[in-house]
């Protein structure tokens, strides 16, 4: 994390709103922090550039895209870009619009590679300055549902619809293996922060913890409190909506829906469980308050908590201390949030926001000569 | 005592075959109830006629069915695909479907009126809105009532499969047709729980018991006749005709292959249960597949559930085709409403009767028809609005009954087809 004052959690505020004129389903930071992707019901994904405020339209795929992943280094942190942003506007204040001239860095280029449901993986230079498909694989058949990179950037691990798993290079997109063992559908994949092993968990909550060298599942863990078959409707509801390692990789946390009463009405409570990665041993972590809706994304904080993010009877984000089953401190940011990311410097996070705008809250405290940002109200 | 408000044959309401049918002599020779249209007798005579309705509980969604919107606002992620008719798309989620197409047919423009469930049903199986002051029959026992030989018929004429449940007779489905026309329910596809014969009560004896139980029956009938005392004999004579036939209800006994072929699930089952039924003899059967009322999640569930349609739904096609039943069987699949366009926050889509689409197949069905349009995203009908009572007028005249014929119950006259709606003449053979 880029130096700053010890992170409290509870000073988080709204820093800025990015929208866009379609619901989101999914957002993303750039190795960099510097963009926030976004991907959206008219199939498109779009970034913002948080350093000058440039939206740019990565358009390619031709179905929703949720996944989405990178292949590239953390270089500048919020420090140096902030640095950025105060000379641009120091000049600004002294020679007015000649402040605009001042061009931003260019970013350290990276690679996007994001999922779609229509089984597509597609590959794109994420700095460029309207990013094109640069190759495309047809991965599954039905949904990719998510797509993950591993710690040393080379390979690509994407999970469907098709109850596959499957390992493909990062630099040629060639296939690499199948990992075949899930009964039902795949919701998600990590890759466990040491490289060796990947993790993966089902419609009916089933994890895997596979081993990348011999492809085997060495171990299950149950996830199944998110998974539940609603006998009155006669379907399935379930599944780890979000999945993620703890920094240090001691913990694995799958975020979903439980307590399903009604899976047509989403009546359920959004929940996550948190396993020892050790010993396989698991927390459920469940908000303080009672809210109807499902938990879309999660992110542990290197500073020790955790951040859930939920849709359903509104919008929500919880926070909880690393050992606790039940959450400390809440935001309510104005709709439901459909997917969270932890910005790399741990200094922000954003919220895929279902009515078309990423919500993009901070930890900094607010300057003192500066407003409070709040959320456009909605629209009557 | 209640009146019966159908011709229940007691001394009040006896009235002649003939006048009933309100036709001349030739009338006999057009079907059992006299309402073919003249020119089928003939059709009838050679291949007794069935229908099927799948009917796809809590509202299924035409977007993710018959009629897709990919790529738009309101289309959401799945694709359209080919089928067997040039031109024709379907959604990505009915592959084999897909390929019997060009057996089927597509109203896309229906507009049904109710986004309620109950409503909507009563609408989509009467042909009818509501209306204060009489209740109208549901199409199985119309159907079974004029398609069907009631009387001697070894199965009920009107039979639905429920995807769970008990099961049971007395159903009040077929109002002023009587209860020989109502619905036998099995809940699973089961008869309904202690109808066979226990083990320890051999046929001598139950038949005996039978003719006491009808002895005792018609005496009190005689002077206390009513349709309540109707509706409880008729649940004795149909759950007789179940039992007698109850080596129907064993789909264990079909060939394995053709079961594989439906698959060994629920709705797989049913429908497989279906084809016996009416090859059988039944009249009028109706497989409900749940659910369908996708407000959260509507698309991984209509994944799920169609999942579960697509492949049997195909199956028995061919196998209705493979056994020469497909000429006299109409199929039709329907819900009770559709769903909207609009997606909400939940990724679910809500109720909607404006713009939806129903499929058809077999008798007297043109395949490979399409008729009606909607909008670029669904919203609202383009081309071609119809609502359910154009449907109940097309389903008899695929048939071969006509349409603008009435029931005379207690002498009032009610046409059995709403007489403000027409034939969609666009999907016939």
């Known amino acids: 994390m880029a130096n700053m004052n010890p992170i409290d959690p509870t000073a988080a505020r709204l820093e800025r709103e990015l929208k866009h004129t379609r619901p989101l389903i999914g957002c993303r930071f750039d190795p960099s922090g510097r963009f926030l992707f976004a991907s959206s019901e008219d199939d498109a994904i779009q970034r913002f550039d948080l350093l000058t405020g440039a939206k740019t339209t990565l358009a390619g795929h031709r179905s929703w895209v949720r996944g989405m992943t990178f292949v590239g280094n953390q270089v500048a942190g919020s420090g140096e870009l902030s640095a950025w942003q105060k000379r641009r506007d120091h000049l600004q204040a002294v020679a007015g619009f000649a402040g605009a001239t001042l061009l931003p860095p260019r970013p350290a280029p990276f690679t996007l590679i994001s999922a779609d449901y229509h089984g597509k993986l597609i590959w794109w230079q994420g700095d460029a300055d309207v990013p094109k498909p640069l190759r495309e694989v047809e991965a599954h058949k039905g949904w990719a549902r998510a797509v993950a990179v591993s710690p040393d950037g080379k390979t690509v691990a994407s999970c469907g619809n098709d109850n596959a798993v499957r390992i493909w290079s990062a630099d040629t997109g060639t296939p690499v293996r199948t990992f075949e063992g899930h009964a039902s559908h795949v919701y998600n994949v990590a890759f466990h922060p040491d490289g060796t092993r990947l993790a993966s968990c089902d419609l009916k909550g089933v994890v895997k913890d596979w081993n990348l060298k011999t492809g085997a599942a060495d171990r299950e863990l149950d996830a199944k409190v998110l998974w539940k078959y609603d006998t009155g409707f006669m379907a399935d509801i379930g599944g780890a909506r979000a999945m993620r390692f703890s920094p240090d990789g001691s913990r694995l946390a799958c975020a979903g829906i439980t307590n399903v009463s009604n899976a047509f009405a989403g009546v359920g409570n959004p929940a996550a469980i948190v396993f020892d990665w050790n010993d396989g041993k698991p927390k459920v972590l469940k908000p303080k308050e009672n809210f109807q809706g499902t938990a879309w994304g999660f992110a542990f904080h290197p500073a020790g908590f955790s951040i859930t993010g939920a849709g359903g009877s509104g919008g929500r984000v919880w926070f909880a201390k690393p050992d606790d089953t039940t959450t400390f401190h809440m935001l309510t940011p104005p709709t439901g949030v459909r997917d969270l990311d932890l910005a790399p410097d741990g200094e922000r996070f954003a919220c895929a926001g279902a009515n078309g705008t990423a919500y993009v809250y901070t930890f900094r405290p607010l300057p003192p000569d500066a407003a409070p940002v709040k959320p456009t109200p909605k629209k009557k | ?429």
């Open chain 2, 1 to 429: 005592m209640p009146r019966c408000h159908y011709a229940c044959h007691t001394a009040e309401h006896i009235v002649s075959r003939r006048a009933f049918l309100g036709a001349a002599s030739s009338v006999a020779a057009l079907g059992p109830a006299g309402f073919a249209a003249a020119g089928a007798n003939a059709k009838l005579a050679k291949a007794q006629k069935r229908v099927l309705v799948v009917f796809l509980s809590g509202g299924v969604s035409q977007l993710e069915t018959w009629d897709p919107k990919p790529n738009t606002d309101t289309g959401g992620p799945f694709k359209a695909i080919p089928t067997s008719v040039p031109g024709t798309h379907i959604s990505e989620l009915l592959p084999h479907t897909a390929k019997q197409m060009h057996r089927m047919a597509l109203v896309r423009s229906l507009n049904s009126i109710s986004d309620d469930h109950g409503i909507g049903q009563t609408i989509m199986l009467t042909g009818r809105r509501m209306e204060p002051g009489i209740e109208y029959p549901h199409l199985g026992a119309v159907m079974a009532k004029l398609l069907g030989n009631a009387g001697e018929a070894a199965l009920p004429g009107h039979i639905q499969i429920l995807p769970k449940g008990g099961g049971g007779f007395g159903k009040a489905d077929a109002t002023f047709l009587g209860p020989k026309f109502a619905s036998v329910a099995l809940g699973d596809g089961k008869p309904p729980a202690d109808l066979l014969r226990p083990a320890n009560l051999g046929a001598d004896s139950d038949a005996t018991r039978e003719a006491f139980r009808r002895k005792l029956n018609d005496r009190f009938a005689k002077s206390r006749k009513s349709a309540a005392t109707d509706a409880y004999a008729e649940s004795f004579e149909q759950a007789e005709r179940v039992v007698r036939k109850g080596e129907v209800f064993d789909v264990e006994k079909e060939n394995p292959k053709v079961a594989d072929r439906y698959g060994r699930h629920d709705f797989g089952r049913h429908l497989l249960l279906a084809r016996r039924l009416l090859e059988a003899g039944v009249t009028y059967v109706k497989v409900q597949h749940s659910n369908y009322d996708t407000h959260h999640e509507n698309f991984d569930f209509h994944i799920e559930q169609l999942g579960e349609f697509d492949r049997p739904f195909a199956a028995l096609l061919d196998d209705l085709a493979d056994r020469g039943m497909l000429e006299s069987t109409l199929v039709v699949v329907m819900s009770e409403m559709g769903r909207t366009p609009r997606i909400n926050d939940r990724y679910g889509r809500d109720h909607w009767s404006k713009a939806w689409s129903v499929a058809l197949a077999g008798c007297g069905i043109k395949g490979g028809a399409v008729v009606g349009k909607t909008n670029a995203t669904g919203t609202a009908v383009a081309d071609r609005e119809v609502y359910s009572g154009h449907l109940f007028h097309t389903y008899l005249t695929a048939v071969g009954l006509d349409s603008t014929k009435e029931f005379r119950p207690n002498d009032r006259p009610v046409p059995v087809a709403d007489p403000k709606a027409e034939v969609i003449k666009e999907i016939l053979a």
